[in-house]
Nanobody, 119 residues
Framework: QVQLVESGGGLVQPGGSLRLSCAASGFTSSRYTMSWYRQAPGKERELVAAISSVDGSTNYADSVKGRFTISRDNAKNTVYLQMNSLKPEDTAVYYC????????????WGKGSLVTVSS
């Protein structure tokens, strides 16, 4: 059974750092493009960062470039999102996604991890 479990969220002050983890099970995450999305209250879910299964290339939303880093540990079947220089506008529920992992065409999502940036 395909499953994604996010962890590492919490309350942090502006300028602080957090590292989110996305533990995958039921499939080999290195074979799929893995992404982090976020959804702030009253807003649509948006792509934050993604890492390719083909060549490990990464892409980021303009709002997080230079502050966030997506990476993967294939031995642990886990994807990470290192978030530095956090801002109040980064407050959101962060979701992990595995692209086309179910039946070759359906995405799988985790349940999310809440990140709150506030003083």
């Amino acid at each position: 059974q395909v499953q994604l479990v996010e962890s590492g969220g919490g309350l942090v002050q502006p300028g602080g750092s957090l590292r989110l983890s996305c533990a995958a099970s039921g499939f080999t995450s290195s074979r799929y493009t893995m992404s982090w999305y976020r959804q702030a209250p009253g807003k649509e879910r948006e792509l934050v960062a993604a890492i390719s299964s083909v060549d490990g290339s990464t892409n980021y939303a303009d709002s997080v470039k230079g502050r966030f880093t997506i990476s993967r540990d294939n031995a642990k079947n886990t994807v990470y999102l290192q978030m530095n220089s956090l801002k109040p506008e980064d407050t959101a529920v962060y979701y992990c996604k595995a692209a086309k992992v179910v039946l070759g065409f359906m995405d799988a999502w985790g349940k999310g991890s809440l990140v709150t940036v506030s003083s």
